[in-house]
């Protein structure tokens, strides 16, 4: 009778043994099965999530290149814009306060434009009015008329071509006729202010005053 018990009692302990190992391995199996499903599923989809945000990083970072290139482009074209339109003021009143003669006060035109001008070039018209001994044939000249051709930029030198009508009158201030002339004008900044280097004036035409008797 014991032995029958010992008997039983040794085959029911095998078969907890046995049926301890069967879990244990269905355990392993079910960890390795998932384990092998969450390569296969879930992996690749964080792995091409992870490359999606690295283009999209690119793409950021080159859109916000090709932005900056832009902006610098548009400030460079505001920058230029607005230094034309302040040289066209400069030349706008340069003009007449050089170009406008007074036969009472022959020298009054270098003074009034000295401002206008780089100081090697006010030297340069100093000495070359000295040496000029014309007398002309009209007395007053007025300057009535300036209008912008054309200008071209060279190494920071603004150069602008002016077509510039004046009224010659005699002493009595009666109208002899109308010239028109051009200047060409090179302008260069100086400590933030433009500042006319060179000019040449070139005559186009001489229109004589229409009179009635």
Do not use: C
């Amino acid at each position: 009778m014991n032995e029958k018990k010992e008997e039983k009692k040794q085959n029911k302990q095998e078969k907890n043994r046995v049926k301890t190992i069967y879990f244990l391995l269905l355990g392993l199996f079910i960890i390795t099965l998932s384990l092998y499903i969450y390569q296969k599923v879930f992996a690749p989809e964080e792995v091409k999530t992870s490359n999606e945000n690295n283009n999209s990083s690119i793409i950021v970072d080159e859109q916000t290149e090709d932005e900056s290139k832009e902006a610098s482009v548009v400030n460079t074209k505001d920058d230029n814009e607005v230094d034309v339109e302040n040289i066209k003021t400069v030349i706008k009143e340069f003009i007449p306060k050089f170009y406008t003669y007074d036969g009472n006060n022959h020298g009054a035109y270098l003074e009034a434009s000295k401002p206008y001008l780089t100081n090697d070039f006010y030297k340069e018209l100093v000495i070359t009015d000295d040496a000029d001994t014309t007398v002309p044939v009209y007395f007053y000249r007025n300057v009535t008329d300036i209008s912008f051709k054309d200008y071209e930029v060279n190494d920071g030198i603004y150069s602008f071509v002016v077509d510039v009508k004046a009224d010659l009158l005699d002493e009595q201030k009666t109208k002899l006729s109308t010239v028109r002339v051009e200047f060409n004008i090179d302008l260069v900044k100086e400590k933030s202010e433009w500042k006319i280097s060179y000019f040449t004036l070139i005559g186009k035409s001489l229109t004589e005053n229409e009179t009635t008797n």
